[in-house]
């Protein structure tokens, strides 16, 4: 039987952002932001020689975003006080943090001049800008199509251009943006060839809300919050036979700051990630899901291999670094890197824990959720078999004595008795020194991950002599 736990934070998030009217849940708008913007002045000199074309002054030009929730799901671009000799000159183009492109104006306008037009794009708009004369407005992004051969920009400007704002949506909006203007056309020596975006431009985005946001102090690094999350799981019946954590929505602006560590209600402490997926290639707001049989992330690559969109990608837990240590109130390591397997045989019921850290400043992400997703069994009633397979010869002079034993079920614990002492927690190898002379007797009992205890403890018996 499989069944999918989420945290509590899932039904926080819904009385947060939604309202209940006549028993129709509302979602709330999506969080509204605008960047700072850049209004540093865009400049495209006239050309000096019939060579080349013009790049801006400012090739790019930039505006960097931090601590914004959630992942895009709308963006408008603001251009103020565009001038040009000839409007159909003026290639535009805005890159996002993750690196995508889309072309904002190309061949618009006429050959006539523009002036001082204030020009927001905007996929919602009702037109491109027009093939002839232009005016300050809202506008879609706009080709007209004037001239058949796609325009190239010169590098450093992305080569693959998108030709809608959407396909920056699911993005994280973390990190810096470029705008890209290029005057396309030499027209050497007349003296009109160059323009200005005089106040620069501004990006407005829109995301969506999350409930998980990494780190809570947005300018920094550290915990996010919750943090802890937590997931409690009650009133099940079996014990596991399988596991996956599934992290919703996962963003991040630079993936290999994330340190993400699952606590299970029985203690067993199990790295679901640390300084995984590079930096290169952001997470889009995907569904990750781990589970010890699916391939490990990258150490340095992209992790956003899968589906378009909000299709699921599947990975092992990878740690890179497993003796990255969390903050308080995370229990100290070490950590199990991978080993989800170790919670097999175990009582799913009790709080879950995820902590989740940013370890390094500068970044910023979130998640809309994490789950647990579990296959169950029958309760394992077999308790293991417990070996001694080393000990000391009898007789021997030795005040020393070492033992070495194992259980026929992995993930077994033991407890050890020397003589009439207490039992006591212990594992292999075991040594005890400064023994008395006279007749010793050793005992090691094991017990599994379901709590089967073995009733028949090994022993081992020798004597010690002058």
């Given at each position: 039987m499989k069944t999918t736990h989420r945290s509590r934070s899932a039904t926080a998030l819904t009385l947060a952002i939604g309202a209940t009217l006549s028993g129709v849940a509302t979602a709330a708008p999506d969080n509204a932001v605008s960047a700072p913007g850049n209004p540093q002045a865009i400049i495209i000199d006239a050309p000096t020689n019939a060579d080349t074309a013009q790049k801006a002054n400012h090739y790019p030009s930039t505006t960097t975003m931090w601590g914004i929730d959630g992942p895009i799901t709308d963006v408008n671009v603001d251009l103020n006080q565009v001038t040009h000799g000839f409007g159909s000159d003026l290639d535009i183009v805005l890159k996002s943090p993750a690196?995508?492109?889309?072309?904002?104006?190309?061949?618009?306008?006429?050959?006539?001049?523009?002036?001082?037009?204030?020009?927001?794009?905007?996929?919602?708009?009702?037109?491109?800008?027009?093939?002839?004369?232009c005016a300050s407005g809202s506008w879609k992004p706009s080709n007209p199509g004037l001239f058949p051969t796609p325009d190239i920009l010169p590098a450093p400007a992305p080569l693959s251009l998108k030709h809608s704002l959407s396909a920056f949506n699911g993005e994280n909006p973390n990190g810096t943006w470029q705008l890209f203007v290029h005057d396309d056309t030499n027209r050497f020596p007349n003296g009109a060839d160059h323009g200005v975006v005089l106040q620069g431009f501004r990006v407005i985005i829109e995301t969506a809300s999350q409930s998980i946001v990494v780190p809570a102090d947005a300018d920094g690094e550290g915990p996010a919050t919750p943090y802890p999350l937590t997931i409690p799981v009650s009133g099940r019946s079996g014990v596991i036979e399988d596991v996956a954590v599934n992290l919703h929505g996962i963003g991040h602006s630079r993936p290999d700051d994330l340190d993400i560590l699952l606590v299970a209600p029985g203690g067993q402490k199990i790295w679901l990630m640390s300084d995984a997926c590079g930096h290169f290639a952001p997470p889009l707001g995907k569904t990750w899901r781990l589970n010890d049989r699916d391939p490990a992330m990258s150490d340095n690559g992209n992790c956003n291999l899968g589906g378009a969109g909000g299709g699921g990608i599947n990975f092992a837990p990878t740690a890179y670094e497993p003796g990255d240590v969390m903050p308080?109130?995370?229990?100290?390591?070490?950590?199990?890197?991978?080993?989800?397997?170790?919670?097999?045989g175990t009582n799913p019921n009790g709080d879950w824990k995820v902590y989740i850290n940013d370890d390094f400043a500068a970044h910023s992400g979130y998640l809309s959720d994490v789950s647990l997703s579990f296959e169950l069994g029958a309760p394992d009633a077999t308790a293991p078999d417990t070996t001694i397979t080393a000990g000391p010869a009898s007789p021997t002079r030795s005040r020393s004595a070492a033992f070495s034993f194992s259980a026929t079920e992995n993930g077994s614990t033991f407890q050890c008795k020397l003589d009439d002492r207490a039992w006591r927690a212990c594992t292999s190898p075991r040594s005890y020194a400064r023994l008395a002379l006279g007749r010793h007797v050793f005992r090691v009992r094991a017990t599994d991950l379901a709590g089967n205890r073995d009733a028949t403890s090994a022993t081992w018996t020798w004597r010690i002599r002058n």
């Open positions: 690196g995508t492109a889309v072309l904002l104006v190309s061949d618009s306008c006429g050959a006539g001049p523009v002036i001082q037009n204030y020009w927001t794009i905007d996929d919602e708009a009702a037109s491109q800008l027009p093939g002839s004369q308080a109130p995370a229990p100290a390591g070490p950590y199990s890197t991978g080993l989800l397997r170790s919670l097999y």
